[in-house]
């Protein structure tokens, strides 16, 4: 049983994921969104947590790859069907790689004999430090200022949060 556990929550989100695909596609509005598309992340990053974390001697990659994979949905989703746009991504970029840094930790607390994962995880949680020093002004970022031309959206064209164009530093406003 416990091999299958990975695969009924893979299943369960893969069914999540298109039960939101199909009211979606039938018109049925959702609260502020067009299409929650991080949800299809959810599943196999959850698949691949409970996979490796039943393994004997526990799998530090799956550890890794399902711990980045719910918390990048996460902050996609924030920006998808939560009150954040894609213009906010401007400031939230170094969350990616605190995201990241979390995840080699937990890949070190999964396999206490893999230094590699602890020291990927100082690296990254420096980066991440840099890069929000870097968007709030003290290396030299603008404090969240722009002066970045907005972009508008297509909805009918390209479909509901989907750019028309993306070029340079432009803000998108979907």
């Given at each position: 049983?416990?091999?299958?556990?990975?695969?009924l929550v893979f299943r369960g989100g893969m069914i999540l994921?298109?039960?939101?695909?199909?009211?979606?596609?039938?018109?049925?509005?959702?609260s502020g969104c067009g299409l929650p598309w991080p949800l299809?992340?959810?599943?196999?990053?959850?698949?691949?947590?409970?996979?490796?974390?039943?393994?004997?001697?526990?799998?530090?990659?799956?550890?890794?790859f399902g711990v980045t994979g719910l918390l990048s949905a996460?902050?996609?989703?924030?920006?998808?069907?939560?009150?954040?746009?894609?213009?906010?991504?401007?400031?939230?970029?170094?969350?990616?790689?605190?995201?990241?840094?979390?995840?080699?930790?937990?890949?070190?607390?999964?396999?206490?004999?893999?230094?590699?994962?602890?020291?990927?995880?100082?690296?990254?949680?420096?980066?991440?430090?840099?890069?929000?020093?870097?968007?709030?002004?003290?290396?030299?970022?603008?404090?969240?200022?722009?002066?970045?031309?907005?972009?508008?959206?297509?909805?009918?064209?390209?479909?509901?949060?989907?750019?028309?164009?993306?070029?340079?530093?432009?803000?998108?406003?979907?």
């Amino acid at each position: 049983m416990r091999g299958k556990q990975g695969s009924l929550v893979f299943r369960g989100g893969m069914i999540l994921a298109g039960a939101c695909l199909f009211v979606c596609a039938v018109g049925v509005p959702l609260s502020g969104c067009g299409l929650p598309w991080p949800l299809l992340l959810t599943g196999p990053a959850m698949s691949s947590l409970v996979q490796s974390l039943n393994h004997d001697p526990r799998d530090s990659g799956g550890v890794w790859f399902g711990v980045t994979g719910l918390l990048s949905a996460a902050v996609l989703l924030y920006i998808t069907i939560g009150s954040g746009e894609w213009s906010d991504l401007a400031t939230l970029w170094p969350v990616f790689p605190a995201a990241a840094g979390v995840s080699w930790l937990a890949a070190w607390i999964a396999r206490r004999d893999e230094i590699a994962s602890l020291v990927m995880a100082l690296v990254a949680g420096v980066a991440s430090v840099l890069g929000y020093a870097s968007v709030t002004g003290p290396l030299g970022g603008r404090g969240g200022t722009s002066d970045a031309q907005s972009v508008d959206c297509d909805p009918g064209g390209t479909g509901p949060g989907i750019p028309r164009s993306v070029a340079g530093t432009e803000s998108l406003r979907c």
